[in-house]
């Protein structure tokens, strides 16, 4: 017993006080008075004031969540077929493919934002002198709002199916050989080897892989952050910039906590739909398989 008590303390001192403050926050006033805060008990009138006032908030759920079914719908399909081409590739061409595959998780986000700031550009882009040789554009990518959230999808997809390509990957060198040696007597093409042996075998790490990024995309910041600061209006504003902007641009404590408390509590019941989704759907994938 002794020994869980440093965990015990560390996981209270990192996750369970700084919940509780947020509460706390989330029904207070806070005011900052000769460089110190100060807080005033006001119940729940910073969760009205976000229910009936806080547009922009709601604009940023609603484009998180296309956003996270559009992402992670791409990123699942092609990481899974970049797995597929490393895995049958061999020797210098599947080095050279794992590398290539691999190189947009590595680089900083920041770097990230410039180069496809550059490459997005409206007037000096890369992309769009390319399209001007064949008689197309400029288009606005960053700066139409009936485009841009998918300019930021984009940008998304590229950066992070890299993840889900090293999970599928990983997923994919683990599966037993010896029943695709098997199942050779029994599928006729490359196709359906991948449809009833493959993805069936695969069903737990593609389950596993799609919860994970499901719920990491609800973070999503970075890309908006650089590329588009939530515009034009409201057409790329998600969840996290609104709290950022509320918390640092607008010092309304009270009501970035509301907004955050909010957001825990929609992310946590999504972890658990999602877990349990999960489980359910891998119980019967191995009953299926028994």
Same mark, same amino acid.
């Given at each position: ?172 060198? $683990? =599966?037993?050989?010896? #029943?695709?040696? +098997?199942?050779?007597?029994? !599928?006729?093409?490359? &196709?359906?080897?991948? /449809? ?63 907004? $955050? =408390?909010?957001?825990? #509590?929609?992310? +946590?019941?999504?972890?658990? !739909?999602?877990?349990? &989704?999960?489980?359910? /759907? ?9």
């Amino acid at each position: 017993m002794g020994s869980l008590l440093p965990a015990s303390l560390l996981l209270v001192a990192l996750s369970i006080y700084p919940v509780f403050n947020l509460v706390g926050l989330s029904l207070s006033d806070v005011e900052w008075i000769d460089g110190r805060a100060h807080s005033e008990f006001i119940g729940f009138a910073n969760f009205d004031q976000l229910f009936r006032h806080e547009t922009v908030y709601w604009a940023g759920v609603r484009n998180t969540i296309i956003f996270a079914i559009c992402a992670v719908t791409a990123q699942m399909i092609f990481g899974f077929s970049m797995a597929l081409a490393a895995r049958r590739a061999s020797g210098v061409t599947r080095a050279v493919l794992t590398a290539v595959f691999l190189l947009p998780i590595v680089m900083p986000p920041i770097v990230i934002g410039a180069m496809w700031r550059l490459l997005l550009g409206r007037d000096f882009g890369a992309v769009n002198t390319l399209l001007g040789y064949v008689g197309i554009g400029p288009i606005d990518f960053l700066g139409n709002p009936d485009i841009a959230l998918a300019s930021v999808i984009l940008v998304d997809i590229w950066h992070w199916t890299p993840f889900v390509f090293l999970l599928m990957l990983t997923g994919l060198e $683990s =599966l037993d050989q010896e #029943v695709f040696e +098997a199942a050779k007597f029994d !599928v006729r093409s490359p &196709w359906q080897e991948l /449809r009833y042996v493959t993805i069936p075998l695969m069903v737990p790490t593609i389950l596993i892989t799609l919860g994970l990024r499901l719920v990491l995309s609800f973070k999503v910041f970075d890309e908006v952050y650089l590329l588009t600061g939530g515009g034009p209006g409201t057409s790329t504003e998600v969840i996290n910039f609104s709290i950022y902007r509320t918390f640092f641009a607008q010092d309304r404590l009270g009501v970035g906590s509301a907004m $955050s =408390l909010l957001t825990l #509590v929609a992310v +946590a019941v999504l972890i658990v !739909v999602v877990n349990l &989704w999960i489980r359910k /759907r891998r119980s019967k994938s191995q009953e299926a398989t028994s």
